[in-house]
Every structure is written in structure tokens, then in C-alpha cells.
């Protein structure tokens, strides 16, 4: 097998709140309840390896840079809060990365943009073209 067989779809589009969508296997539903990003909290970093750069030469626990960071392995990956829905059993809610696909350009600037004008309040969703 090689890497072009296995091709990545290109997301260009949100999926809607309240949509319902069959896993990629086919094994259970989800119904969509809204993008997210997923963060990695740096806290969780088992220690004393939980250091990015050094102040000193000692050791010191305190943390340079923010505590959530966006997850590098899901950064172009769409994800989504989401209610699984299987027959014969209660509705749970989780975060569901959608692995299989990949970001155009363009929704991953949005979604995970370092720059300061997509934090501003009115950019509650990309572009449509």
C-alpha cells in the first residue's frame, strides 16, 4: 500500500449543529454539536521532562508558555462535540477527531490560526465562498 492510496478527504465546509453522520466504519451514528478545537493540556506531561526551555541551568518547574496548546496530531484534522448515538444504549458525549480527513488551507487557518485578527469575537465561523 502505498501513501497515495490512501488519500485524505479535503474538508472545506463545517459539518451542521445537529447533523447526524454514520462513523467511518460504520459501527455507530454521531450527531454533530459543534466544532471544537482540541487542546493538549502541558500539565498532564509526566515531569521532569514536562519543561520546554530551561530559565537555568537547575531544574525549575515553572512553565515557560501557555498551559493548552493545540494538539499538534489533530491540528489538521477537523473535531467535533459529539453525541454517539448506538442502538440499545445511552447517548454519550465526547470529542470525535475526524482523522480520515484533512483541513483545505483555508479552514485550517481558521480553526487554528496563531494570528491576532482571528481572535477577534465576530469570527465565530470561516468564510463561506
Given at each position: 500500500?502505498?501513501?497515495?492510496?490512501?488519500?485524505?478527504?479535503?474538508?472545506?465546509?463545517?459539518?451542521?449543529?445537529?447533523?447526524?453522520?454514520?462513523?467511518?466504519?460504520?459501527?455507530?451514528?454521531?450527531?454533530?454539536?459543534?466544532?471544537?478545537?482540541?487542546?493538549?493540556?502541558?500539565?498532564?506531561?509526566?515531569?521532569?521532562?514536562?519543561?520546554?526551555?530551561?530559565?537555568?541551568?537547575?531544574?525549575?518547574?515553572?512553565?515557560?508558555?501557555?498551559?493548552?496548546?493545540?494538539?499538534?496530531?489533530?491540528?489538521?484534522?477537523?473535531?467535533y462535540a459529539v453525541e454517539i448515538?448506538?442502538?440499545?444504549?445511552?447517548p454519550s458525549f465526547t470529542i470525535?477527531?475526524?482523522?480520515?480527513?484533512?483541513?483545505?488551507?483555508?479552514?485550517?487557518?481558521?480553526?487554528?490560526?496563531?494570528?491576532?485578527?482571528?481572535?477577534?469575537?465576530?469570527?465565530?465561523?470561516?468564510?463561506?465562498?
Amino acid at each position: 500500500m502505498s501513501f497515495d492510496s490512501a488519500k485524505k478527504n479535503k474538508v472545506a465546509a463545517l459539518m451542521q449543529h445537529g447533523s447526524i453522520h454514520s462513523s467511518v466504519g460504520g459501527q455507530y451514528s454521531f450527531r454533530v454539536i459543534g466544532p471544537c478545537c482540541r487542546l493538549y493540556d502541558r500539565e498532564e506531561l509526566p515531569w521532569p521532562c514536562c519543561r520546554i526551555a530551561w530559565k537555568s541551568k537547575e531544574p525549575s518547574w515553572r512553565r515557560i508558555g501557555n498551559r493548552f496548546v493545540p494538539d499538534i496530531a489533530s491540528r489538521r484534522c477537523p473535531s467535533y462535540a459529539v453525541e454517539i448515538l448506538e442502538p440499545g444504549f445511552r447517548p454519550s458525549f465526547t470529542i470525535l477527531t475526524l482523522f480520515s480527513d484533512r483541513f483545505d488551507s483555508d479552514l485550517e487557518e481558521w480553526w487554528y490560526s496563531r494570528h491576532p485578527k482571528s481572535r477577534n469575537v465576530t469570527n465565530i465561523s470561516p468564510a463561506i465562498v
